[in-house]
C-alpha cells in the first residue's frame, strides 16, 4: 500500500466551478500536509502547508486534513482555466514528504 | 530570497553512461536538500535526502547515488545509466527544522536511450 493515495484523474469542470481534490495516507506519524501545483514540465510548486488537523484558506484555496479519517482534501472555489495543472498532495513526519500520484485537472471555459 | 537552481533541463543519455545533475540553493544556509524522481503514473518519490554536508539518507535502493560536497549544494549521479533510469529529476530545499515545506527546481528531464 503506498502511504499517500491520491486519484489521478483526469478531472474536468467548467470555469467558475468548485472543485474537490483527494487524497488518503496511511501513515499515522504525519504531523504535516501539503498541496502542490504543478504545470507541465515545470516544477511542483507549494500551495497551502497544514499542520496537523483543521482547515486553512487562502483566496480561492481552502485545505482541510482530518487526521482521524487519514483524510486531506483541496477546494477550489470559482476554479479559472488558469487553474488547469496537476495538484499533488503530500504528508510528512519530521524532515521527509511523501506524495501522492498527483490528479490531473481540467478547467474549460 | 531563496532561489533553487536545478541544470541541464533536459538532457539524453545512452545506456550504460555516467550521469552527474547538479543543484544548488541560493539565499538560505544549512537547509535540507531533496532529490525526487517524477515518473509517468507514479508520482514523485523520495530518492535522496541530506540534512547536512557530507550526510546523504537513502530511500530507494537503486542505481543511483547522491552527494553534498558543500552545503548548498547537492548532487545525483550514477555510474552507469539504466533504460529504467528515465523520468523528471527534481531537486528541492527546506529549512533546517521538522514539519518543513519543500521548495523545488524547475527538473531534469533525463532520457536513457
Known amino acids: 500500500q503506498k502511504e499517500v493515495e491520491q486519484d489521478p484523474g483526469p478531472l474536468s469542470v467548467p470555469e467558475g466551478a468548485i472543485v474537490s481534490l483527494n487524497c488518503t495516507y496511511s501513515?499515522?506519524?504525519?504531523?504535516?500536509f501539503m498541496w502542490y501545483r504543478q504545470y507541465s514540465r515545470k516544477g511542483p510548486e507549494l500551495l497551502m502547508y497544514t499542520y496537523s488537523s483543521g482547515n486553512k484558506e487562502d483566496g480561492r484555496f481552502t485545505a482541510q486534513v482530518d487526521k482521524s479519517s487519514k483524510y486531506i482534501s483541496l477546494f477550489i472555489r470559482d476554479s479559472q482555466p488558469s487553474d488547469s495543472a496537476t495538484y499533488l498532495c503530500?504528508?510528512?513526519?519530521?524532515?521527509?514528504?511523501?506524495f501522492g500520484t498527483g490528479t490531473r485537472l481540467q478547467v474549460f471555459p | 530570497s531563496q532561489t533553487i537552481h536545478q541544470w541541464p533541463a533536459t538532457l539524453v543519455q545512452p545506456v550504460g553512461s555516467p550521469l552527474s545533475l547538479e543543484c544548488t540553493v541560493e539565499?538560505?544556509?544549512?537547509?535540507?536538500l531533496y532529490w525526487y524522481r517524477q515518473a509517468a503514473g507514479r508520482g514523485l518519490q523520495l530518492l535522496f535526502y541530506?540534512?547536512?554536508?557530507?550526510?546523504i539518507s537513502s530511500e530507494v535502493p537503486q542505481n543511483l547515488s547522491a552527494s553534498r560536497p558543500q552545503d548548498r549544494q547537492f548532487i545525483l549521479s550514477s555510474k552507469k545509466l539504466l533504460l529504467s533510469d528515465s523520468g523528471f529529476y527534481l531537486c528541492?530545499?527546506?529549512?533546517?527544522?521538522?514539519?518543513?515545506?519543500?521548495?523545488f527546481g524547475q527538473g531534469t528531464r533525463l532520457t536513457v536511450v
Open positions: 541530506s540534512v547536512g554536508i557530507g550526510q
Open positions: 539565499g538560505t544556509s544549512n537547509p535540507n
Open positions: 528541492a530545499w527546506g529549512r533546517q527544522q521538522r514539519y518543513t515545506e519543500a521548495f
Open positions: 501513515n499515522s506519524a504525519f504531523q504535516y
Open positions: 503530500a504528508g510528512g513526519d519530521t524532515d521527509k514528504l511523501i
